[in-house]
């Protein structure tokens, strides 16, 4: 259409031009008007106002409005929950053996910020004998927060057993402990990890669908069935270490398909866990390349029919590289790209249970700083309001002594989780102080 009309405003002016060299000059004057405004306003801006782009512009709208039926989560410490960018729906957390009293705040916190907390408890480690204390102390602390917490039995547990081909009794009598002793907020899942098919070497025996059935006979006799979630996750994150990356085609399809055939065998979607983050294309080059393949509306539409929710990091973990965590701090390894996907896809549209972001309070007492000005606790940034970026300060490194003063909200000369957590509830009106704070004198 839009062709066949410039063609006819083509040959209508040819016509009109034709014999006339004024005319031909002011033609000449005007295509270079018209260049000097695209120039002017830049290609995309100068295009639209010659009306060259609406019809663009209009489908890659729509597209944009339409929210991927994945959920998105990444490992984050409480501390970094704030930071995170707008659009995730999980954010999760190792519980290590012994670790549990960390649960409350962690819930607290990711409430807080609209998202959904998932506890991977480490029950074992590669082993089959289940941390039985510090299990039951997790749970009992989602009990008491009384909200829906997604729990992940970690690491490998039925992994080790399916190994030793004790599913049908180890199995059986883990996941009926589990199940009877989880309380009814808990969301519980299984971790059921993808060994055989493949090891660092990218080298693997066992086809997809030959894991997925094994699976199945596992859970089976397991009574796995009746647990809601099952997670996989790569095998595994340490490859990002070993230099693997980024992965052939070939590598990711396998998993790929083995979530497709994983999903058909237990007849429910699965979730991926542990997922490396990072950007092959970004700094050190030997980052994972697994956001930029799967953090697409094409890619995340074809895997949403067999998957739920996909949850990325951490990667690898030591004194020198950067680790997968997103982490404010580590952005430079992957340039952004994580936050800067998710935002895209889902950012700009509303969460399907969208709840009120805590609105800015100013703060409820003042110190004077060492300039001698009036400073508000808890108002890190002294900008005059408590806010998310306050919070998201709290735990950061290089802090002024007069930051760190508004910081200490309980004014024990720390600044950590317990300081994080009093502002969280300051801001959801749950408390109107701080304990930092001189308590009033009744007036007379
Ligand atoms: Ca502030
Ligand atoms: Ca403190």
């Not at 083509?10 to 018209?34: E, M, N, S, T």
């Not at 971790?191 to 055989?196: A, D, M, R, T, Y």
């Not at 094409?298 to 590289?321: I, M, Q, T």
């Not at 965590?325 to 896809?345: A, E, I, P, R």
Request: with cysteine; proline share 7%; net charge neutral.
């Amino acid at each position: 259409m839009f062709e066949v009309e410039l063609a006819q405003r083509r040959k209508k002016l040819l016509k009109a031009l034709k014999g006339d060299p004024k005319k031909l000059l002011v033609l000449g004057l005007g295509l270079i008007l018209v260049f000097l405004i695209v120039l002017y306003l830049g290609p995309l801006e100068g295009l639209k106002q010659f009306g060259l782009i609406t019809q663009k512009k209009e489908s890659a709208r729509a597209e944009s409005l339409t929210r991927p039926q994945i959920d998105i989560g990444v490992d984050a410490y409480t501390k970094d929950i704030p930071s995170q960018p707008s659009g995730l729906t999980f954010v999760y957390k190792n519980i290590t053996p012994g670790n549990s009293n960390v649960t409350p705040t962690y819930i607290q916190v990711a409430y807080t910020y609209n998202l959904k907390p998932v506890l991977v408890v480490y029950t074992n480690n590669d082993s089959t004998t289940v941390d039985w204390p510090t299990w039951d102390a997790t749970m009992n602390a989602i009990k008491a927060d009384g909200r829906e917490v997604w729990v992940v039995v970690e690491p490998d547990l039925l992994g080790m057993i399916r190994n030793n081909k004790t599913c049908g009794t180890v199995g059986k009598a883990d996941i009926d402990r589990f199940l009877s002793t989880k309380p009814s907020n808990a969301h519980l899942g299984l971790l059921l990890s993808g060994w055989n098919l493949g090891d660092g070497n990218q080298k693997w025996s066992w086809s997809p669908s030959q894991e997925a059935i094994e699976w199945k006979a596992c859970l089976t006799s397991a009574g796995g069935d009746r647990i809601e979630d099952v997670y996989f996750d790569f095998s595994d994150r340490d490859q990002e270490f070993r230099n693997t990356y980024p992965w052939p085609q070939s590598r990711i399809t396998m998993w790929e398909t083995f979530a497709k055939e994983l999903s058909g065998q237990l007849g429910k979607k699965v979730g991926i866990w542990q997922i490396p983050m990072g950007n092959s294309q970004c700094q050190n080059g030997r980052r994972s390349n697994i956001v930029e393949t799967w953090l697409t509306s094409v890619k995340l539409n074809e895997l949403s029919p067999y998957v739920n929710r996909l949850l990325f990091g951490p990667g690898v973990e030591d004194s020198v590289n950067a680790q997968s965590w997103n982490l404010s701090t580590y952005t430079k390894y992957d340039c952004g790209l994580f936050n800067q996907k998710v935002t895209n896809l889902y950012g700009s549209v509303p969460t399907p249970t969208p709840t009120p972001t805590p609105k800015p309070k100013s703060p409820p007492c003042y110190f004077t700083d060492s300039n001698g000005n009036q400073r508000g606790y808890g108002d890190v940034n002294a900008d005059g309001w408590i806010d998310n970026t306050d919070l998201g300060l709290v735990m950061s490194s290089n802090l002024t002594v007069d930051q760190k003063k508004a910081a200490d909200v309980n004014g024990d000369k720390l600044l950590n989780v317990g300081d994080l957590l009093l502002m969280a509830k300051y801001l959801q009106n749950m408390i109107g102080t701080f304990p930092v704070c001189p308590v009033p004198t009744p007036s007379p």
